[in-house]
């Protein structure tokens, strides 16, 4: 158990010290058990300072909420700025989908708030921090410049880019919730994201034919 040595916080360092005993909180009983009293224990200031800042218990987990969808988009926008090209390419997709896993293992607390905070407030900002800075719009973005440049019919990419999220955050509640470690025991998460990202799903993003033109939109009328 991971509890902070009270000690005092200089004001300006206090909603850091917050968040971060959410964090323990949540990973040591869950986002339900998370309370101002014991955040403000643990950050060893008095029980009133939290509301300050967050005004109350749901204030303060969407606040954890919001630093965890920020902590994911930087995450995704630096895994693009490490390629070499820029020009639109099927690759953007498997860099920034291998970041959201990544992101996620790495820190199972905040995706657990971002994602399964199981309350409604935190919920409903979990939902516009997702279309605010989080993956959708990044995600969205990049399909989009994947159509212009010819590589997704248009018709298809609200649905290809709903079928790519439901990968990459698919595979990261599986790896967060130790599914995959319990069925596939040994299991590399490297390994894992080399065969989900990697050159063999590029090849088939990148073939001649315009990646899923027509598969989606075509698919159930070939009778009309």
């Known amino acids: 158990m991971r509890t902070r040595t009270e000690t005092s916080y200089h004001h300006g360092d206090l909603p850091t010290a917050l968040l971060a005993a959410v964090g323990e909180i949540v990973e040591e009983k869950g986002a339900a058990n998370v309370s101002l009293r014991e955040a403000a224990r643990r950050a060893g200031v008095s029980h009133s300072a939290p509301a300050h800042h967050f005004g109350d218990k749901d204030g303060l ?3 954890s909420c919001h630093q965890g969808f920020d902590l994911m988009a930087d995450r995704m926008q630096a895994a693009l700025a490490d390629l070499d090209d820029d020009a639109p390419s099927p ?3 498997s860099v920034i989908g291998r970041a959201y896993v990544e992101f996620a293992a790495e820190n199972p607390t905040h995706f657990d708030v971002m994602f399964r905070s199981g309350l409604e407030a935190v919920d409903e900002a979990a939902h516009d921090d997702l279309e605010r800075a989080g993956a959708m719009t990044m995600l969205e973005g990049l399909v989009g410049q994947l159509v212009a440049s010819g590589m997704i019919d248009e018709q298809d990419a609200q649905v290809i ?3 790519l999220w439901s990968q990459v955050h698919g595979l ?3 790896w967060v919730d130790g599914a995959i470690a319990k ?3 040994g299991m590399e998460l490297d390994r894992l994201l080399d065969a989900a990202f990697g050159p063999a799903q590029l090849a088939f993003a ?3 034919e315009p990646f ?7 698919n159930g009328r070939n009778g009309d």
């Open 61 to 63: 987990i969407a606040a």
């Open 91 to 93: 690759e953007m997709i």
């Open 161 to 163: 880019a709903a079928l």
């Open 172 to 174: 990261a509640s599986l």
């Open 183 to 185: 069925m596939f025991p």
């Open 206 to 208: 990148t073939a001649t």
């Open 212 to 218: 899923f033109t027509g598969s989606v939109a075509s």
